[in-house]
């Protein structure tokens, strides 16, 4: 059984910093293509970032590229979303996703539909 829970949510000021952590279990995330996505209040869940299962190439949006970063940690079986210079529009509950296959991502990597596995997610809240 095939389980994503996310953590390291909460309310912090503009300018500032959380990381978030997703803990994965039924599946290796070093084998594993991974993402993150959020969904605001009244809006579409949007792509975050991603990472190849090789950890070799990352892939974020233009309004969160250079702000933040995602990393895997082989060792704790678990996804990172660092994320730096938060702006009240990074308001959102944050979901870690998984591609269900291994040593493959799906083609269109930026999409919610190319992953099989979701959390329940993590809310943050962005003050301004």
């Known amino acids: 059984q095939v389980q994503l829970v996310e953590t390291g949510g909460g309310l912090v000021q503009a300018g500032g910093s959380l990381r978030l952590s997703c803990a994965v279990s039924?599946?290796?995330?070093?084998?594993?293509?991974m993402a993150w996505f959020r969904q605001a209040p009244g809006k579409e869940r949007e792509f975050v970032a991603a990472v190849r299962w090789k950890a070799d190439s990352t892939f974020y949006p233009d309004s969160v590229k250079g702000r933040f970063t995602i990393s895997k940690d082989s060792a704790k079986n678990t996804v990172n979303l660092q994320m730096n210079s938060l702006k009240p529009e990074d308001t959102a509950v944050y979901y870690c996703?998984?591609?269900?296959?291994?040593?493959?991502?799906?083609?269109?990597?930026?999409?919610?539909?190319?992953?099989?596995?979701w959390g329940q997610g993590t809310q943050v809240t962005v003050s301004s």
């Open positions: 039924g599946l290796t995330v070093s084998k594993t293509c």
């Open positions: 996703a998984a591609d269900g296959r291994q040593f493959l991502c799906k083609s269109n990597i930026y999409g919610a539909g190319s992953y099989d596995y």
